[in-house]
């Protein structure tokens, strides 16, 4: 497939990039500082600005899908804007946790202890999701991962959920970017999750 990932320099974004090459993908790396893409056969880094819906579209025209890593630094109606004008309706977004519901049932970002200064981005998250639900004319796709995601080793392995949190024996949810990135590429080929929300730890 032909695969423009946004965001392409970042921790996610360069894992998802490497991932999906090493798979044969043909992958359009866009950043706006394209000299922090990682170099490695089948990645273009292309310059461009996520912000400009117009120019967005361009450079992700005939892709077969568009995966965001920009962890919702972009409106969702601009990044849906340059998808509709390219003519590209699958759309993989990756997100944060907080709207995961822990053991509890209720919503991590509703959880007392949850950290006031991480509020602002997480509810720029759930905000980006409930736009992407009130969508009925692209085939997106949510990931939520784990709680703490961490520079690491590819382990090659995750375990999957949907709403809720997945912790391991210890009450930990956390991935390494290295198999998020995994996680991602996996949803991008199976297409498990159409126009649904998906989440993985170890």
């Known amino acids: 497939m032909k695969i423009a990932v946004l965001g392409a320099s970042g921790h996610a974004g360069s894992e998802i990039a490497r991932e999906a090459a090493a798979r044969g993908h043909e992958v359009i790396a866009i950043a706006r ?3 922090a893409i990682p170099a490695a056969a089948g990645i273009v880094p292309t310059k461009g600005d996520a912000s400009d819906a117009a120019q967005l579209a361009k450079l992700i025209a005939g892709s077969d899908a568009v995966i965001s890593a920009l962890h919702h630094t972009i409106k ?3 990044l849906l804007a340059a998808l509709r004008e390219a003519g590209v309706t699958r759309f993989l977004v990756t997100g944060g946790a907080a709207s995961l519901k822990g053991a509890d049932g209720a919503r991590l970002i509703d959880n007392p202890e949850f950290p006031a200064d991480w509020k602002p981005a997480a509810l ?3 905000a980006f999701l409930d736009d992407l639900k009130a969508t009925d004319d692209i085939d997106w796709t949510f990931f939520s991962p784990a709680m703490i995601i961490f520079e690491g080793e590819r382990q090659g392995h995750y375990r999957k959920g949907g709403d ?3 912790v391991d024996a210890n009450g930990e949810s956390k991935i390494s970017f290295a198999d ?3 996680a991602m590429v996996d949803e991008l080929e199976a297409h498990e999750h159409s126009r649904a929300r998906f989440t993985a730890a170890y």
């Open 76 to 78: 969702a109606e601009i």
């Open 180 to 182: 998020f990135a995994l």
């Open 124 to 126: 720029a998250g759930i």
């Open 164 to 166: 809720d949190l997945v």
């Open 33 to 35: 500082h394209p000299e």
